[in-house]
């Protein structure tokens, strides 16, 4: 039997679109390309995780030079949220303006943030995210309250947020889906890169796909590679061509969603280029694959010799204080805690012998600064025969390292006289995003407000890809909001009869 919709990828936006569909009763098939992920004794093994990359996939990209890189993308039931940090955190009111950063202006979105709330309010009840409202000055409006309480800051943690306070910043709570008892009671480590087999991380596995196949209507089929899809004259999209267990086979449905990703959704519909869409399905306007961003990220690690860091977790404390302009100053981004970053993962991310770095793990407290990406037409992704090169052009970067730049100067100022940082590079995926932008002009964006494709009337997409911009903040509850709310127009278009 055809069904009547199919969902490409089970990650943030697929999974949580499924559960936006399930109630309807219309038969939902979601194809996914890898398979679940099963415990195993290296689930909490710092050193196979960040050391030997036992959960990368074996996969090459090229950069923008053509050279070959390890992307660190997964490919699971859940997608990449089953590796995430759990960090779910609204968009500020003003990320969806335009906004003139150090680097260049933001667009702002054909949204506001009004328009999302409810949707952002249902993302946090469908996630379980645990928080509290009230400590944060860029918090945006909220017309209810957290589902659950925050996760505890554990006793290091409550010092430091007393002493940054000392100095003059306003540490707030982080927003969290994280069931920190089961998780803790499946191995006492940090959640940040580590892969969530116990149900701990409310990820979209977790979640919102377990939700959608709560009914009977909603099927998942893992070890399916989609290579492209089918589009006839009128524009609409005719079938899914995809391989599993070295089969091809086609798939139709009347409504077709992608949820592959930044990149690999960008790729797929560049891959769909035939004698109706030369360029690509959804390429009219000549935006697919373009506009990529990744975060600006930073490590920055606060030591004292003689104070110790005992925290397991640590990742309960954010500081938004240099988010948004302030006078002169341009808005440099958000700063919130790692995962507790301990002696293996240390060694395993550099060259120093282990017993230096659990020296140094067991005293630092450790901190990720993020600064926005700015949207770039030649940040783009393309695909040549099958092989996916992505040329990012990373900008802002100035505003970023000012931002690292005052987070050292507060983190002496708090009592810690060593403080050191470094940068992720393009082999650490820092939220990528927006190549399939939304946009009102079909001439400037790939798809609509809800997420609908100009060119294919059928064809929606709810991955990251569609973000106009990157903010500051960790995208995953935005990407929920955004499913929920192509989920709402679907029911009210496609399905009213």
Not at 164 to 182: A, E, F, H, Q
């Amino acid at each position: 039997m055809q069904p009547d919709v199919i969902i490409i990828g089970s990650g943030m936006g697929g999974a949580t679109l499924a559960a936006a569909l399930a109630p309807t009763g219309r038969k939902i098939v979601i194809l996914e390309r890898g398979e679940y992920l099963l415990p195993s004794p290296k689930d909490r093994d710092a050193r196979a995780i960040f050391g030997d990359g036992v959960f990368r996939p074996d996969e090459q990209w090229l950069d923008g030079k053509d050279e070959p890189f390890n992307p660190g993308n997964y490919y699971n039931v859940g997608g990449n949220s089953k590796f995430y940090g759990a960090v779910l955190i609204r968009y500020r009111q003003e990320d969806f303006e335009v906004i003139k950063h150090q680097g260049g202006q933001t667009p702002g979105w054909p949204v506001k943030y009004d328009d999302l709330e409810q949707d952002y309010q249902a993302a946090e009840t469908l996630y379980a995210v645990r928080g509290e409202l009230g400590d944060d000055p860029t918090e945006p409006r909220h017309s209810g309250s957290y589902p659950y309480g925050p996760v505890a800051d554990e006793p290091e943690i409550t010092d430091l947020r007393e002493r940054l306070k000392k100095v003059g910043l306003c540490p707030s709570t982080l927003p969290l889906g994280v069931d920190i008892d089961r998780w803790l009671g499946a191995g006492q480590t940090t959640w940040d890169a580590y892969p969530d087999t116990c149900g701990g991380k409310m990820d979209a596995q977790t979640c919102g796909l377990a939700t959608a196949l709560g009914y009977q209507n909603v099927t998942l089929q893992t070890g399916c590679r989609v290579l492209s899809l089918d589009s006839g004259p009128d524009g609409r999209v005719t079938g899914v061509q995809y391989e599993k267990d070295d089969q091809r086979a086609t798939l139709c449905a009347p409504l077709v969603v992608l949820a592959a990703g930044a990149v690999q959704s960008a790729a797929l519909l560049l891959s769909s280029a035939n004698d109706n869409c030369p360029t690509g399905l959804a390429n009219q306007s000549d935006q697919v694959g373009r506009n990529f961003m990744n975060h600006n990220c930073s490590a920055v690690l606060a030591l004292h010799p003689f104070r110790r860091n005992r925290s397991v977790y640590q990742k309960t404390l954010m500081v938004n204080d240099f988010y948004l302009r302030k006078g002169a100053r341009p808005p440099l981004g958000n700063i919130q805690m790692l995962g507790k970053i301990t002696g293996p993962i240390l060694a395993a991310q550099s060259k120093l012998p282990e017993w230096l770095a659990e020296l140094i793990a067991e005293r630092s407290f450790d901190f990720y600064a993020m600064s926005e990406d700015l949207p770039n037409p030649e940040s783009r992704v393309t695909v040549n025969g099958g092989q996916i090169k992505l040329d990012w052009k990373r900008s802002n970067w100035a505003a970023h390292l000012l931002l690292v730049g005052k987070l050292k100067t507060a983190l002496r100022r708090a009592g810690f006289p060593v403080v050191i940082s470094r940068a992720f590079d393009r082999r650490t995926p820092s939220h990528q995003c927006g190549t399939a932008r939304m946009g009102a002009d079909p001439k400037t964006s790939v798809v609509d407000t809800f997420g609908r494709s100009h060119g294919h009337r059928n064809l929606f997409i709810v991955d990251a890809s569609v973000l106009p911009t990157s903010a500051a903040v960790n995208p995953a509850l935005t990407i929920a909001a955004l499913a929920l709310r192509t989920g709402r127009h679907i029911i009210q278009t496609e399905f009213a009869t």
